[in-house]
Nanobody, 125 residues
Framework: EVQLVESGGGLVQAGGSLRLSCTYS????????IGWFRQAPGKEREGISC????????YYADSVKGRFTISSDNAKNTVYLQMDYLKPEDTAVYYC??????????????????WGQGTQVTVSS
């Protein structure tokens, strides 16, 4: 059974940092991408970053480029999202998901096959 579990969310002041973790299990795929998405109240879920399992290629949406960094630790079956210089508009529920197969960019919700439960990130001004 495929499972993804996010952790690391919380409340932080603007300009601060958080590191989110996405720990996965049950994978039997040769190629896949892990993506980070977020959904603010009243808005659609948007893809902000993803990383390919095959070659480590990464992608960032313009809204987070230069502030967020995605990385993976294959030994721990974990993908991280380091979030620096956080802004109030980064407030959202953050989800990780897995896209089985070749990574497509930008990451699209409809392409992702499995999801975690989400973790809340709140940035105060």
């Amino acid at each position: 059974e495929v499972q993804l579990v996010e952790s690391g969310g919380g409340l932080v002041q603007a300009g601060g940092s958080l590191r989110l973790s996405c720990t996965y299990s049950g994978f039997t795929f040769n190629d896949y991408a892990i993506g980070w998405f977020r959904q603010a109240p009243g808005k659609e879920r948007e893809g902000i970053s993803c990383i390919s399992s095959s070659d480590g290629t990464t992608y960032y949406a313009d809204s987070v480029k230069g502030r967020f960094t995605i990385s993976s630790d294959n030994a721990k079956n974990t993908v991280y999202l380091q979030m620096d210089y956080l802004k109030p508009e980064d407030t959202a529920v953050y989800y990780c998901g897995v896209d089985v197969g070749v990574m497509w960019v930008p990451p699209a919700v409809g392409l992702y096959d499995y999801w975690g439960q989400g973790t809340q990130v709140t940035v105060s001004s």
